[in-house]
């Protein structure tokens, strides 16, 4: 009997090997409502205390802007790509509308406080959202290998 090929990456896993499936919508609810609630705390903790505590600038020029809020996108969008391997378009596409309309909010009144964004800075938060995503895909192809692994150990 020949033995199946090996997946080399996450875009070949079936939608059966990949974790989480059935649990995807409601694990997504839960992980947005928490990245929501951080956002909003810590623009309550803006508001109350005079800073926000992610904009410590960590690389600042004229081509380069990476703040702690950089790595909150990686970690948001690690948890996506978790649950979400099969649409990196999808989300990617998702994310280039929130910057457009976070940038746009730095123009309004009320919320030109809380967001302050540059054009170079939404351009490297882009970045950080497909590196979030692709660690998000890799940890499930991770997970599924060893899924496999133990199963073909077991058997």
């Known amino acids: 009997m020949p033995k199946a090929a090996k997946a080399s990456g996450p875009s070949e896993l079936t939608e059966a090997e990949v974790p989480f499936r059935k649990q995807r919508w409601p694990l997504f609810f839960l992980y947005a409502?928490?990245?929501?609630?951080?956002?909003?705390?810590?623009?309550?903790?803006?508001?109350?205390?005079?800073?926000?505590?992610?904009?410590?600038?960590?690389?600042?020029?004229?081509?380069?802007?990476?703040?702690?809020?950089?790595?909150?996108?990686?970690?948001?969008?690690?948890?996506?790509?978790?649950?979400?391997?099969?649409?990196?378009?999808?989300?990617?596409?998702y994310g280039i509308v929130w910057e457009i309309l976070e940038y746009g909010l730095t123009f309004t009144k009320g919320f030109a406080a809380f967001w302050q964004e540059v054009p170079i800075n939404s351009i490297w938060d882009l970045w950080f959202n497909l590196l979030g995503y692709r660690l998000g895909e890799w940890f499930v192809f991770w997970v599924a290998q060893r899924r496999k692994q133990a199963k073909a150990k077991a058997s």
């Open 33 to 93: 409502a928490f990245c929501s609630f951080m956002v909003v705390a810590m623009h309550a903790f803006h508001a109350h205390m005079g800073g926000d505590p992610l904009v410590n600038q960590w690389f600042h020029g004229p081509m380069i802007s990476i703040d702690t809020w950089s790595f909150m996108h990686v970690m948001l969008f690690f948890g996506i790509g978790a649950l979400f391997p099969d649409l990196t378009w999808t989300i990617f596409a």
